[in-house]
T-cell receptor
Framework: KAGVTQTPRYLIKTRGQQVTLSCSPISGHRSVSWYQQTPGQGLQFLFEYFSETQRNKGNFPGRFSGRQFSNSRSEMNVSTLELGDSALYLC?????????????FGEGSRLTVL | AQSVTQLGSHVSVSEGALVLLRCNYSSSVPPYLFWYVQYPNQGLQLLLKYTTGATLVKGINGFEAEFKKSETSFHLTKPSAHMSDAAEYFCAVSDGAAGNKLTFGGGTRVLVKP
């Protein structure tokens, strides 16, 4: 059974640009969550999607957005990139929305903003 | 609001020695508690979780954790460290109602000395 797949794994952008990250969940999983990991702030919840609907959102500015498609694949977008957006972005999938289900994490997309 | 505190950002243990990683949480509702491990350049992998019932939880790779409500703690232990245990460990809490939103601690990086 394939795991959670995130693309691209590494990318470099400059300030002001926008970026789109993709996440393919484990087959059969309908919940996709996104987390940002930085050395300073640690792991922070961005948002969760279930059946194409955003169920929960973390405390991030509106520049961060996401969506989920009918096949459960998800994308997140960051517009007007800032240096502080440099981070590892982790996607996690789960069979259901709501705890205490296990989250299965991808290897992440490492974004560097110059 | 929930919060998680992990005491010690770095822990060094000798191979074969006890591994003890401390986690204290704050939650206004009965929590779901998790320990995740992250190896370099990888995503997070679930070690174990507490939902309800038995307070001593056994996980993968010989790890276990005990939920102590009176102390609001969920410390992770392993009787005998192995070189392969070198990684970063994260404690997390969820109230279950907020979907798959986890609040993570700051992480503890474990170094295993031969």
């Amino acid at each position: 059974k394939a795991g959670v797949t995130q693309t691209p794994r590494y990318l470099i952008k400059t300030r002001g640009q926008q970026v789109t990250l993709s996440c393919s969940p484990i087959s059969g999983h309908r919940s996709v969550s996104w987390y940002q990991q930085t050395p300073g702030q640690g792991l922070q919840f961005l948002f969760e999607y279930f059946s194409e609907t955003q169920r929960n959102k973390g405390n991030f500015p509106g520049r961060f957005s996401g969506r989920q498609f009918s096949n459960s694949r998800s994308e997140m977008n960051v517009s007007t990139l800032e240096l502080g957006d440099s981070a590892l972005y982790l996607c996690a999938s789960s069979f259901r929305a709501g705890g205490p289900g296990e989250l299965f994490f991808g290897e992440g997309s490492r974004l560097t903003v110059l | 609001a929930q919060s998680v505190t992990q005491l010690g950002s770095h822990v060094s243990v000798s191979e074969g020695a006890l591994v003890l990683l401390r986690c204290n949480y704050s939650s206004s509702v009965p929590p779901y508690l998790f320990w995740y491990v992250q190896y370099p350049n990888q995503g997070l992998q679930l070690l174990l979780k507490y939902t309800t019932g038995a307070t001593l939880v056994k996980g993968i790779n010989g790890f276990e954790a005990e939920f102590k409500k009176s102390e609001t703690s969920f410390h992770l232990t392993k009787p005998s460290a192995h070189m392969s245990d070198a990684a970063e460990y994260f404690c997390a809490v969820s109230d279950g109602a907020a979907g798959n939103k986890l609040t993570f601690g700051g992480g503890t990086r474990v170094l295993v000395k031969p």
